[in-house]
Nanobody, 129 residues
Framework: QVQPVESGGGMVQAGGSLRLSCAAS????????MAWFRQAPGKERAFVAG??????????FYADSVKGRFAISGDNAKNTIYLQMNNLKSEETAVYYC????????????????????WGQGTQVTVSS
């Protein structure tokens, strides 16, 4: 069973930056997908960014709202992904969750909460205005 563990949340002023990390233990060889979702109070969990890879090829995907400001990257050897978040906005205050699963994802399926079985405990990101 894959178990993601997030780190790197915190508080930052609007316009600032944060970097989140997620390490996934229990990963097996073959296609693999990891993604970031976020959930603000009273709202549904929403896709932020994700990466799916097999062999030496990575495919990255982003929610439209974060394109150009967020960057997702991965270290296959460490089974770890990173989310660099720049120019953060106050409305992006949320708990950020890392999700992981075996197998490749399409640009549609990577955005679906139910397509992931393994979730981290979440890390709080607070952006003050």
């Amino acid at each position: 069973q894959v178990q993601p563990v997030e780190s790197g949340g915190g508080m930052v002023q609007a316009g600032g930056s944060l970097r989140l990390s997620c390490a996934a233990s229990g990963r097996t060889a073959g296609g693999y997908t990891m993604a970031w979702f976020r959930q603000a109070p009273g709202k549904e969990r929403a896709f932020v960014a994700g990466v799916t890879w097999r062999g030496g090829t990575n495919y990255t995907f982003y929610a439209d709202s974060v394109k150009g400001r967020f960057a997702i990257s991965g270290d296959n050897a460490k089974n770890t992904i990173y989310l660099q978040m720049n120019n953060l906005k106050s409305e992006e205050t949320a708990v950020y969750y890392c999700a992981a699963r075996e197998g490749l994802s399409t640009q549609q399926t990577i955005r679906v909460v139910k397509s992931f079985r393994s979730w981290g405990q979440g890390t709080q990101v607070t952006v003050s205005s």
